[in-house]
């Protein structure tokens, strides 16, 4: 459908202008056989590296991902439209293609409502409290809610790539509050101790006995 309305000539008297980009010229003297494999190209090369990318880097997502796959997108893109001069014709597609939908994330991360995260409070000051925050974006990942704190194992820790040590220390944390008799509460700190006996005392129970 998109390459039978590319062909329509909308001055009706074949007086305009051709496009300035070569893959846009080529797509639109592709026909509509030729415009869907190009499309197709575009399309599924942008979903097959915004996995590999995301996959990558470990899960993560932003601008610089979008901007990469589409770039990649734009690349195949022009070589399989048949544009002429490839390689300045890729380079060109491509940076196009990445500067566009860059902006289009930005634009949609802008206008992006804002939900207050609640559901990892308790689990984030305890990472803080082990000095251990560079893992809290590992607890998402694993929906290691703050409602699972008492049943967190290692086995469920290694799954959300968490390393033995800092595993260790996370365990041997919680274990501090694991006791059914115990009101204290994960991730909060612990009491003060009592104060030591006065001096006097001390000595004078020492001379009782």
């Known amino acids: 459908m998109f390459g039978s309305i590319s062909a329509i000539d909308p001055t009706q008297n074949g007086t305009a202008p051709k496009p300035a980009?070569?893959?846009?010229?080529?797509?639109?003297?592709?026909?509509?056989?030729?415009t869907a494999?190009?499309?197709a190209a575009l399309t599924g090369v942008q979903a097959a590296a915004t996995l590999a990318i995301k996959k990558a880097r470990n899960g993560k997502e932003d601008v610089y991902s979008s901007m990469a796959a589409s770039f990649l997108s734009g690349v195949a893109y022009s070589l399989v439209s048949g544009a002429p001069n490839p390689i300045q014709g890729a380079i060109t597609t491509g940076a196009a293609f990445g500067l566009f939908n860059g902006l289009i994330y930005q634009v949609g991360q802008a206008f992006k409502p804002e939900f207050a995260d609640t559901e990892?409070?308790?689990?984030?000051?305890?990472l803080k409290t082990l000095g251990l925050t560079k893992y809290v974006d590992n607890l998402k990942k694993g929906l290691l809610t703050d409602n699972t704190i008492m049943l967190w194992n290692d086995i469920a820790l290694a799954e959300v790539r968490i390393p033995p040590g800092?595993?260790?220390l996370i365990l041997h944390h919680l274990d501090t509050y694991r006791n059914p008799s115990s009101v204290l509460k994960p991730a909060l700190p612990l009491p003060p101790l009592p104060p030591p006996p006065p001096p006097m005392a001390a000595a004078a129970g020492a001379s009782g006995r």
């Open 21 to 34: 980009n070569p893959a846009l010229d080529s797509m639109m003297k592709a026909g509509p056989w030729g």
């Open 37 to 39: 494999r190009n499309l």
């Open 120 to 126: 990892y409070d308790r689990g984030k000051y305890m």
């Open 166 to 168: 800092p595993r260790l």
